[in-house]
């Protein structure tokens, strides 16, 4: 009975740190930071993927590059809806009714 030599099995490659520095980012924009965070994730996310397409497999990290950007999308996307709600409560004079309940507007 011959038995195999046991063959090298390669690590996988590194993660790009661009790619951990656009996750945590992007959750911080929708947590602790929100708009400034999730335009950071967005942007080291793009960097990131790029730099791991140009490494040729010597980096990793392209699916969490693509999580930052997508949370940080998704960030984002909360802030413009809800400015969107905001500038239509003042609009349909929501706003106003509680400030003038209080005295502030005559």
Do not use: D, H
Request: charge should be neutral; charged fraction near 5%; glycine fraction near 20%.
């Amino acid at each position: 009975m011959s038995q195999e030599p046991y063959s090298y099995q390669p690590s996988a490659p590194p993660t790009n740190g661009l790619a951990i520095g656009s996750l945590v980012a992007s959750i911080l924009g929708l947590t602790l930071i929100p708009t400034i965070g999730s335009i950071i994730g967005v942007i080291l996310g793009y960097m990131a993927k790029r730099q791991i397409a140009e490494s040729g497999g010597t980096m990793g990290g392209e699916g969490i590059a693509k999580a930052g950007i997508i949370i940080g999308w998704v960030g984002i996307g909360l802030t413009v809806l809800a400015i969107c709600l905001w500038v239509g409560f003042l609009a349909l004079g929501v706003g106003g009714g509680v400030c003038a309940s209080m005295g502030n507007i005559q």
